[in-house]
């Protein structure tokens, strides 16, 4: 588990082929890794990732045609910046929300714009993640917790704070990138809750519709 909170910035310094999945060494750049072993996790542009060696200056983990597939690692090359995050310790302060690591979709950014010092950004979400984000919730854009200013549809907008900018690689970001997006954990965890009984049925998936809502009382007749 993680906080969203980003710790370091690190680079792609090699990308090795292993068949259908790839191997990737990170170096860590400022992110100290005296208390990190083998097998730990580390969040890497929002993707939990396990260190599979540690050479002292980064570490190399595997990368499964799965997380190739469905997150921007599959674009990204030898070079490219990514924002780093250590597993969370029973000591961590909890400065953002509860992020597991698991992505839940690719977004694209849309607009960026300048708003005072900050900068706004205008972020496409997939239609199937529109539901659970909410205005003034938490979200989780290439592993920084985030807080929603405005929702419109499946197009949701962020104001970046000059620290954030210089701290994590959203200050590179452009309209046109593609941004790994998780979602509010609760949110997927009430989808399921509002299955009752009924999430042991095997049926299509069609998660939370108006019809199962009036069923459980959450609409009026």
């Excluded at 208390?35 to 993707?47: E, F, H």
């Excluded at 714009?113 to 989780?140: M, W």
């Amino acid at each position: 588990m993680f906080t969203g909170i980003i710790q370091a910035i690190g680079q792609i310094a090699a990308i090795e082929s292993k068949g259908m999945d790839s191997r990737f060494y990170v170096k860590t750049g400022e992110l100290n890794l005296s208390d990190v072993a083998l097998g730990d996790s580390i969040a890497t542009n929002g993707i939990c990732l396990t260190a599979v060696a540690l050479p002292g200056d980064g570490f190399w983990a595997d990368v499964s045609a799965e997380t190739l597939k469905k997150t921007s690692f599959k674009q990204i090359s030898v070079g490219s910046q990514v924002n780093l995050e250590k597993a969370l310790l029973p000591t961590t302060h909890l400065g953002g929300h509860i992020v597991s690591g698991h992505v839940d979709g690719l977004g694209k950014i849309i607009e960026r714009s300048h708003a005072g010092r900050s900068i706004h950004f205008k972020i496409q979400a997939p239609d199937e993640l529109a539901k659970y984000i909410a205005a003034k919730g938490s979200i989780c854009i290439n592993g920084i917790s985030l807080t929603v200013n405005e929702l419109n549809g499946a197009i949701f907008e962020l104001n970046i704070v000059p620290h954030t900018l210089g701290e994590t690689t959203l200050s590179a970001a452009q309209a046109g990138d593609e941004v790994n997006l998780e979602v509010d954990i609760i949110a997927r965890y009430l989808e399921r809750l509002l299955l009752g009984d009924k999430a042991a049925d095997i049926a299509p998936k069609q998660g939370v519709t108006m019809a199962l809502l009036e069923e459980n009382g959450f609409l009026s007749r």
